[in-house]
């Protein structure tokens, strides 16, 4: 398995969105904001159609104190929202590029400033399990809606139909992140189908 390499890459500045999940390249992520922080970031994002990152909380919590995130997150941007009850932003976040966190600092609202760099877009390619974890993802597209997954689907791309493995299939946190951070498609292809083979999930 290889992890992320290492190279000179532009640095951006992003404020950073600390949650108990992880967001992959194509996710839908629903999210509820209501702390002020969050809030802000969000009219932000909204009004200048920035982007904001996603990590996984390595220590601490969703709300109060800024929490310590991994250091492999993903860009994400606001594709829908809407605010039915006074104080509760409601949005859905989809997964962009994935980045490494170079350094952070906390704004005195509490809102963490990532400086990132952004990793490399996987290419298409194709792997051996690629035929029945496919399918495996057309099933469950069926079985949720359409609504649920980003367009467009590329059940012919092994980085496509990975992602939506490790974010469909109940892994954990833990695990879900080393996904993230694996740059070989076929290997983490590879991973995800053994996990669906030792549940019986495919033949």
Not at 104 to 113: N, V
Not at 117 to 124: L, P, S, V, Y
């Amino acid at each position: 398995m290889n992890l992320l390499s290492a190279g000179p890459k532009p640095r951006e500045t992003v404020p950073i969105f600390p949650l108990a999940t992880v967001l992959y390249p194509g996710m839908r992520l629903p999210l509820k904001v209501f702390e002020q922080r969050y809030m802000d970031m969000a009219k932000a994002c909204l009004k200048h159609d920035s982007a904001f990152g996603v990590c996984l909380i390595r220590e601490g919590a969703e709300v109060g104190s800024p929490a310590v995130p991994e250091p492999v997150g993903c860009l994400a941007r606001i594709g829908a929202w809407d605010m039915e009850t006074l104080g509760v932003l409601k949005v859905t976040a989809e997964g962009l590029d994935r980045f490494r966190l170079l350094a952070t600092k906390t704004t005195p609202a509490g809102l963490i400033l990532g400086d990132i760099e952004r990793i490399a877009e996987e290419e298409a390619t194709q792997a051996p399990e690629l035929a029945q974890s496919a399918a495996f993802v057309r099933k469950v597209v069926a079985a949720l809606g359409e609504s649920r997954f980003a367009q467009p689907y590329r059940f012919e791309d092994a980085s496509w139909v990975g992602f939506r493995l490790a974010e469909i299939l109940p892994l954990r946190n833990a695990a879900k992140q080393k996904l993230l951070e694996l740059t070989d498609p076929a290997a983490r292809l590879a991973v995800l189908h053994r996990f669906l083979l030792e549940r019986n999930l495919v033949d």
